[in-house]
């Protein structure tokens, strides 16, 4: 069945917020747990939702006070430290005239997600955003892969599902579309590999061959 649309993870995929989300955990969790954070303990996790992240990271059930922490620095250092991938919207504006429908679907909340698509120009190529705060349950969970479905109006199988993370990937092929990791993903594309997605992309203008 060929591909009639695309659904997008957000955050190391095709916006680059990888050091934004490194700073923004390096400082929330100084002086949280026995030994320093480093950035090699971060990276392995990336892609949880951010109450997930920090209860695993610190032990701790009640991390209210820790989200504020960093979601403040996060707001703060954005604009800064957020640019969009190679190729990103020269693609997505190539697969939108071709009729492909694309969405986001993000663990990220609403407010930095809209923060990103317009900081780097991509808002006006998306026809459905999904952030953690329209589902019960972020990926992993299909959830919010078959809320994507739903808003753009396709089926799973005529669908792609691209992403930095295992995340992404276990999700995509849990709410039965066809998946993709990224090759310029923190975690590498050997580990992605071990994930079996459907393709791996080492440039974003492959996704137009995908399409064909």
């Known amino acids: 069945m060929a591909i009639a649309a695309m659904l997008f993870d957000l955050d190391g995929t095709i916006v680059d917020t990888n050091e934004l989300i490194i700073q923004s955990f390096l400082h929330t ?21 951010l ?15 820790l989200v ?6 996060n707001l703060s250092r954005h604009d800064e430290l957020v640019t969009e991938f190679p190729h990103v919207r020269e693609v997505l504006a190539e697969l939108r005239g071709r009729g492909v429908k694309l969405g986001v679907v ?21 026809e459905a955003i999904v952030t953690v705060d329209d589902v019960t349950r972020g990926k992993p969970d299909p959830e919010p892969v078959t809320k994507g479905l739903e808003r753009l109006g396709v089926s799973a199988g005529e669908t792609l599902m691209i992403g930095d993370s295992q995340y ?5 092929r849990e709410a039965g579309t066809r998946t993709a990791g990224v090759s310029w993903s923190l975690k590498g594309e050997t580990y992605l590999r071990s994930f079996k997605p459907d393709y791996i992309i080492r440039d974003m203008r492959e996704l137009l061959d995908i399409v064909g």
């Open 68 to 73: 504020v922490k960093y979601r403040q620095f």
């Open 168 to 172: 992404d990937i276990v999700a995509g």
């Open 51 to 65: 109450l997930e992240q920090l209860r695993f990271f610190t032990g701790k059930e009640d991390v209210d006070e």
């Open 106 to 126: 993000t663990n990220k909340m609403r407010q930095t997600t809209l923060m990103g698509l317009k900081l780097c120009g991509l808002e006006p190529y998306m």
């Open 29 to 49: 969790l100084e002086g949280e747990t026995e030994e320093p954070f480093t950035r090699e303990r971060i990276v392995p996790h990336m892609g949880f939702p």
